[in-house]
Structures are given as structure tokens and as C-alpha cells.
């Protein structure tokens, strides 16, 4: 789940509520939401587990080509 996304989910249980209301509710301070929405911080483990969802990490690599001497 991308950025975006989680903030669509959050705007939903936001429901007409206030930031201030809806980040009271939810346990963390309205400028760590406004942050969020914004786009300045990436959502971190306490929202993310409001939302049910588990943070991944996914680490690709490439084997470097050896160069015969």
C-alpha cells in the first residue's frame, strides 16, 4: 500500500470530523496528520496499525560482475 493510498483510508475514518477531532481519537497530534496529509511525513508504525497494516520492506539487489583480471 502506497502513500496515498493510506492517506485515502484515513480520510474515510476522518468521516467529517475535524483534524483535531479525528487525530485526538485516533492518539497522535493534529500536526503529525496535517503532516501526513500533506505529504511531508511518511505515515508512521502508530497509524499504521490504526489501519490494520503491517509495514514491509522489500530490498532488491543485483550480484556486482566480477571482472576477470
Known amino acids: 500500500m502506497n502513500r496515498a493510498q493510506v492517506v ?3 480520510r474515510r475514518m476522518q ?3 475535524s483534524l483535531r477531532e479525528f487525530a485526538e481519537n ?3 497530534s493534529a500536526g503529525y496528520l496535517s503532516d501526513i496529509y500533506c505529504g511531508n511525513r511518511a ?3 502508530s ?3 490504526i ?3 503491517e509495514k ?3 530490498v532488491e539487489y543485483e ?5 576477470k583480471p
Open 51 to 53: 489501519l490494520g497494516i
Open 63 to 67: 550480484r556486482a560482475k566480477r571482472r
Open 8 to 10: 485515502e483510508l484515513l
Open 26 to 28: 485516533i492518539g497522535v
Open 43 to 45: 505515515p508512521g508504525p
Open 56 to 58: 514491509t520492506t522489500t
Open 15 to 17: 468521516a467529517g470530523r
Open 47 to 49: 497509524i499504521l496499525a
